[in-house]
């Protein structure tokens, strides 16, 4: 089984960065897709950045210019790096993995924190 593990999470101030890790027990499939998402109180889970097999990056618009997705050569870590960030940008945020062969919605780790206040 795919078990993936959200860390990073904190407070931070508006215009602060934060810098969010997803650990695998063992290398992602060179199929995968990895992607963060996030969910804020009362809100709708929403797509932050997604990363393809083939090194595709999608960003969703409301943190466009201010994150950054990546990947670590072993295949077994995905970063989310956030930078000028904003009170709403409150949220839980959750690391999805989609493999060809897995569930139609992926996995998913429990979250980690991420809140933005003065």
């Known amino acids: 089984q795919v078990q993936l593990m959200e860390s990073g999470g904190g407070l931070v101030q508006p215009g602060g960065s934060l810098r969010l890790s997803c650990a695998a027990a063992?290398?992602?499939?060179?199929?995968?897709?990895m992607a963060w998402y996030r969910q804020a109180p009362g809100g709708q889970r929403e797509m932050v950045a997604r990363?393809?097999?083939?090194?595709?990056?999608t960003y969703g618009d409301s943190v466009k210019g201010r994150v950054t997705i990546s990947r670590d050569v072993a295949n077994l870590t995905v970063d989310l790096q956030m930078n000028s960030l904003k009170p709403e940008d409150t949220a839980v945020y959750y690391c999805?993995?989609?493999?060809?062969?897995?569930?139609?919605?992926?996995?998913w780790g429990r979250g980690t924190q991420v809140t933005v206040s003065s």
């Open positions: 999805n993995a989609w493999t060809p062969n897995g569930p139609g919605g992926g996995y």
């Open positions: 063992r290398a992602i499939s060179s199929g995968a897709v």
């Open positions: 990363i393809t097999s083939g090194g595709l990056i």
